[in-house]
C-alpha cells in the first residue's frame, strides 16, 4: 500500500509531464476502439437489411460456368415462369412471387445526371413485390401501375432533389426507356446506400429481361408453422434438386452478408493496422517520458533506496505509474473512440452511405480490446525504464541530479543495429531479386521488419553523425553561438534523441515508400498505355459495367471517328494439344483493334488471328501448355458452340495486363455463340483523322451526353485519371498515418517539455550570464528542428529503400518504372522542420519564463 500511496503521489505530481504519454494512449485505444464500433455498426446494419429483405425460401438461377451473372450478357440469369407455378404449388408454401431485379442499369434524371450513388453502391432497378412492402412504405404517390410509371427510394428523391411527376429514364442492356416517378418509398430499415427504383413486374420483366415470363428469383413465404429448412426441402422436390439454387433466409442473408464482409474486414484491418502504427509509434514517447522521469528522480530514487526500499519496490513503483497512466488514457480513449466512430458514420453520410446512429453497435469485447490494449502496450513501454529505476543505487542520493551530459550509446547496441539493419538489407535485395511474387512478399516483409527495427537500435549511434551534419546545414547558419549549443543540447543524450526521432521516422518511412510505390504505379502505367494503346480515345464505364448495344451502335455509327474497336471478353474453356483444359477469357476485337492497340508479336502474324475461326495466344501460355503457331485449340464457348481455333499468332507478355492474353476476332465469337449469348463489349477504342481529334473528342463528349456510366478520354485523360486516383488513394494513407505522426510529435512536444525541466538550473545560469529570454527560445526551437529532420532523414531514406524494394518486386506484375517522387519527398522533408519548430512552441515558451533566481536554486 506505501508503494501504491508513493506512486499516486508521483503520478499527480507529474501529470502534466503525464499528460502528453496519456494523450498518445488517448488516441491509439480511440482509433482501434473507433474502427471496431465503425464497422461493428456495418456489419449491424447490413445484417438486418439483409434479413428483412430475404424471402422465407429463394429460388435462384444455378451458374453453369464462372462468369458473372452481368459480365457475359449484361443481363441477370432468369428462371421461367413455370418455376413460378411449380413453387406456388411445393406443400407448406403460401405464396410464391416472382422477382425481377437487376443492378446493371444507369437512372438518370431530366438533365441526364446520374442518380446512383458516388460511393460505389449500386443502383438497382426491380419490381414492387409483397416482399418489398415488408421493408418499404410508400410515403408520398403510389405504386407504379403502368410502363409509364417508376417509383423511387427517398433517400435518392431527397439527395438528387427528385420528386412525383420528375421524369427518370433507365438505360438497361436491352435499351433506354423512360417514366414518370409515380410514388417515393421510404426504407424501414437503414439503407446503406444504394439506389432503387421500382417498376410494376411486366415493365421490369420487359426493359430488363428483353422479354416476359421470367423472372430473376423466385420468393416463397412459409404458411404458419413451416419451418424455412421444411420448405426449402418441398421447393427442392417440386422443382428438382439439380435445377436452381435453393436458400433459407438465413442462408441467402449469410450469403449476401459474405459478399459485403471481406470488404468490411479490409476495411476493419487496414484501419486497425494503421492504430498499430499508432501504438507502436506511442511506445517510444511512453519509453522516453519514463526514461527522463526516472532520471529526473535519480536522487528521489537513490534516497528511498537508502531509507530501506527494495529494487522490486521502486520497480513495482514506476510500473504503477504506468499501469495509472495505462488506465486513464484507456478509459479517455474508449470515450473518444465512440466518439470517433459516430464521426465516421457521419462522413460516410455526407459521402453517401447512410449509416443510422440508431443502429450504433458497442459489442463489450471493443472496450475491453481497448482498456487491455492500451494497458498492456503502457506497462511494456515502461518496463525498461522500471528495471533502470530499480538499478539505482544509494550511492545516487549523493550524486547531482540528471542523466550525465556525455550519456553514450553502448558498443553492443551500435552492433546489433548494424547486424539488425544488415540481415534487413539482404531481405530487402532478396525481394528485388525473386521470381515469384509470393516468395518475393516474405523477403520483403522480413526485409522491412529487420530494417526498422536496426534502424530504431542503430539511431542513438547515428545521432551524433548526422546531428552534426544537419546542424552544418541548417542550425550554425541561422542560429551561430545559439545553434551550436542546440546542436549540443541534441547530442547530449543520443539514445534520447534517437528514441525521440525514431517515433518520426516510422510515420514517414511509411509516407516515403507508399509514395514511391504510387509513383513508380502512374509512371509504369504511363509507359505501358503509350507503349501499347495507338487509339485517340477510350471509352468506358467509371463503375465496371458494360457497353450497352445501343450505345455501341452509337458509337460505330459516329462520323466523327476514323475507327471504332470493340472490346468483348468471351468466357470458354480452351483444351490444348497436350490435354490440358482450363476456364479462360478470349478478348474478342474488330481487326481495328491492331491499329488502336499495339501487341508485339513474337511468332506469326497478328493480322491472321483475325481470320475465320483462329486466335492468337501470350508467350506465356505458349510455353507453359508448348503451343506453337499453326497449332489447333479446341474452344467450348460458354452458352456456345465448340470449335476448333488455329494459333496464328504468339504475343509478347510484358505487363499483368498482357498475361494470359488471348485474341480473336467478334466475328468468330459470333460464329459460335448465340446472338442472345454474345457479350457487350467491356470498353471501346476510337480513332479519328489525322488532325481531327480535337473535333472529333469534342463530338464524341456531346454524343455520349445522354449515357453519363461512361467515359470518353483520350491519352491525357486516361493518365490525369490514373494519377488522380493513385492520388486519391495516398491521400486517404496519408490522412491515417497522419495519426502516427500526431503521437509522433507529442513525443517531441514530450521530450523537449521534460529536457526543458532537467536542465532548469542550467537554464538559469545561461540566463544569468546574459542569454537573453528570445536566445534560450530559439535554442529550444532549434533543437527541435534538428531532432525532427533527423528523424525524417531517416524515415524518408528508410521508406525510399522500401518502396524501391516494393517496386522491382511488382515488377513481375508489370510496374516496370521505378520513379522517386522528389517533389514529394523535399516537401515532407521541409514539413518535418515546420513540424519541428510548432512543437518547440510551448517548451519554448515555459523556458522563456522561468525565473533566474529560482531556476539556479533548483537541485
Not at 552544418?472 to 547530449?492: D, I, K, S
Request: charged share 20%; with cysteine.
Amino acid at each position: 500500500m506505501t508503494v501504491f500511496k508513493a506512486s499516486l503521489r508521483n503520478f499527480f505530481a507529474h501529470k502534466g509531464r503525464m499528460a502528453l504519454s496519456a494523450v498518445a494512449v488517448l488516441l491509439s485505444v480511440a482509433f482501434v476502439c473507433g474502427t471496431l464500433v465503425f464497422t461493428d455498426t456495418m456489419n449491424t446494419t447490413f445484417d438486418r437489411l439483409f434479413a428483412s429483405t430475404a424471402a422465407d425460401v429463394t429460388v435462384s438461377p444455378k451458374k453453369t460456368d464462372e462468369s458473372g451473372d452481368d459480365q457475359r450478357t449484361a443481363r441477370p440469369r432468369t428462371l421461367p415462369a413455370s418455376a413460378l407455378a411449380k413453387a406456388r404449388d411445393a406443400e407448406g408454401a403460401k405464396s410464391a412471387e416472382g422477382v425481377v431485379a437487376s443492378e446493371q442499369v444507369t437512372v438518370v434524371d431530366g438533365d441526364d445526371k446520374n442518380i446512383g450513388s458516388t460511393t460505389g453502391a449500386p443502383t438497382i432497378a426491380a419490381n414492387w413485390t409483397s416482399d418489398d412492402r415488408r421493408t418499404m412504405k410508400i410515403t408520398s404517390g403510389h405504386a407504379p401501375r403502368g410502363a409509364s410509371e417508376v417509383m423511387v427510394d427517398a433517400d435518392t428523391a431527397e439527395k438528387r432533389g427528385l420528386k412525383v411527376g420528375d421524369e427518370l429514364r433507365t438505360i438497361a442492356a436491352t435499351g433506354d426507356f423512360s417514366a414518370r416517378i409515380s410514388g417515393i418509398a421510404t426504407f424501414q430499415v437503414t439503407n446503406p446506400g444504394a439506389a432503387i427504383v421500382y417498376f410494376d413486374t411486366r415493365t421490369a420483366q420487359r426493359e430488363l429481361l428483353g422479354g416476359t415470363g421470367s423472372y430473376t428469383n423466385i420468393a416463397v413465404t412459409a404458411e404458419q408453422g413451416v419451418t424455412h429448412a421444411l420448405l426449402k426441402k418441398n421447393v427442392t422436390a417440386e422443382l428438382g434438386a439439380g435445377e436452381y439454387k435453393y436458400q433459407t433466409q438465413k442462408q441467402a442473408a449469410d450469403s449476401n452478408r459474405e459478399q459485403i464482409g471481406s470488404f468490411l474486414d479490409v476495411m476493419k484491418y487496414a484501419l486497425l493496422g494503421f492504430a498499430g502504427i499508432a501504438l507502436l509509434v506511442g511506445i517510444f514517447l511512453i519509453v522516453n517520458t519514463f526514461s527522463m522521469l526516472v532520471a529526473q528522480r535519480t536522487r528521489e530514487i537513490g534516497l528511498m533506496r537508502a531509507i530501506g526500499s527494495s529494487r522490486r519496490q521502486v520497480n513495482r513503483s514506476v510500473l504503477i505509474e504506468a499501469l495509472l497512466l495505462g488506465v486513464v488514457g484507456s478509459v479517455l480513449g474508449v470515450g473518444a473512440g465512440v466518439g470517433l466512430a459516430v464521426g465516421l458514420m457521419e462522413l460516410m453520410g455526407q459521402l453517401g452511405m447512410n449509416l443510422s446512429t440508431s443502429e450504433l453497435t458497442i459489442k463489450w469485447t471493443t472496450p475491453v480490446t481497448g482498456l487491455v490494449l492500451g494497458v498492456l502496450v503502457t506497462m511494456l513501454a515502461a518496463y525498461l525504464p522500471a528495471r533502470r529505476a530499480g538499478r539505482v543505487s544509494p550511492m545516487a542520493a549523493l550524486r547531482d541530479a540528471g542523466t550525465p551530459a556525455d550519456a553514450k550509446a553502448g558498443v553492443v547496441r551500435a552492433v546489433l543495429g548494424i547486424l539488425l539493419t544488415g540481415g534487413g538489407g539482404a531481405g530487402l535485395y532478396a525481394a528485388t531479386q525473386a521470381e515469384k511474387a509470393a516468395e518475393g512478399s516474405m523477403y520483403l516483409g522480413a526485409g522491412v521488419v529487420l530494417t526498422l527495427v536496426g534502424f530504431i537500435v542503430v539511431g542513438p549511434v547515428l545521432a551524433g553523425a548526422l546531428v552534426r551534419v544537419l546542424s552544418v546545414v541548417t542550425l550554425r547558419p541561422f542560429g551561430g553561438r545559439v545553434g551550436r549549443l542546440a546542436e549540443r543540447n541534441a547530442l547530449r543524450n543520443p539514445r534520447r534523441t534517437g528514441a525521440t526521432a525514431a517515433a518520426l521516422m516510422i510515420g514517414l518511412a511509411l509516407v516515403a515508400s507508399l509514395s514511391v510505390v504510387g509513383s513508380s504505379m502512374v509512371a509504369s502505367a504511363t509507359q505501358e498505355l503509350d507503349r501499347s494503346v495507338g487509339a485517340d480515345f477510350i471509352i468506358q464505364s467509371g463503375n465496371g459495367q458494360p457497353i450497352t448495344p445501343a450505345v455501341e451502335r452509337k458509337l460505330k455509327a459516329s462520323k466523327s471517328l476514323e475507327t471504332v474497336t470493340s472490346y468483348k471478353m468471351v468466357a470458354a474453356r480452351v483444351t490444348t494439344p497436350d490435354g490440358k483444359s482450363g476456364k479462360e477469357q478470349l478478348a474478342a476485337t474488330d481487326p481495328s483493334y491492331m491499329k488502336d492497340l499495339r501487341r508485339e508479336v513474337k511468332s506469326g502474324d497478328l493480322a491472321a488471328a483475325y481470320d475465320r475461326d483462329a486466335m492468337s495466344v501470350g508467350s506465356a501460355y505458349a510455353k507453359e501448355h508448348g503451343v506453337r503457331t499453326g497449332d489447333k485449340l479446341k474452344v467450348a464457348f460458354a452458352g456456345g458452340r465448340t470449335a476448333e481455333l488455329t494459333v496464328a499468332a504468339v504475343t509478347k507478355e510484358e505487363t499483368s495486363v498482357d498475361r494470359g492474353a488471348m485474341y480473336t476476332d467478334i466475328a468468330t465469337a459470333r460464329r459460335h455463340l448465340p446472338e442472345a449469348q454474345l457479350p457487350p463489349s467491356v470498353m471501346m477504342f476510337g480513332s479519328a483523322q489525322d488532325g481531327e481529334e480535337d473535333a472529333a473528342y469534342t463530338a464524341l463528349k456531346k454524343e455520349l451526353k445522354p449515357y453519363p456510366q461512361y467515359q470518353v478520354r483520350d491519352q491525357a485523360d486516361f493518365k490525369e485519371t490514373l494519377q488522380d486516383q493513385v492520388g486519391q488513394m495516398l491521400n486517404m494513407v496519408y490522412g491515417l498515418l497522419a495519426l502516427a505522426i500526431i503521437v509522433a510529435v507529442l513525443g517531441v512536444v514530450n521530450t523537449l517539455a521534460l529536457s526543458v525541466v532537467e536542465r532548469t538550473r542550467e537554464i538559469g545560469l545561461m540566463r544569468a550570464i546574459g542569454l537573453a529570454r528570445r536566445q534560450l527560445r530559439r535554442m529550444i526551437r532549434l533543437e527541435s528542428v534538428v531532432i525532427a529532420l533527423f528523424g525524417a532523414m531517416l524515415g524518408l531514406g528508410l521508406g525510399m529503400c522500401w518502396g524501391a524494394a516494393a517496386q522491382k518486386l511488382l515488377a513481375l506484375e508489370g510496374l516496370n518504372v521505378l520513379e522517386i517522387p522528389w517533389p514529394t519527398i523535399g516537401a515532407v522533408f521541409v514539413g518535418s522542420a515546420l513540424v519541428g519548430l510548432v512543437a518547440a512552441l510551448v517548451p519554448a515558451f515555459r523556458a522563456g519564463r522561468m525565473n533566474v533566481l529560482n531556476a539556479i536554486a533548483t537541485e
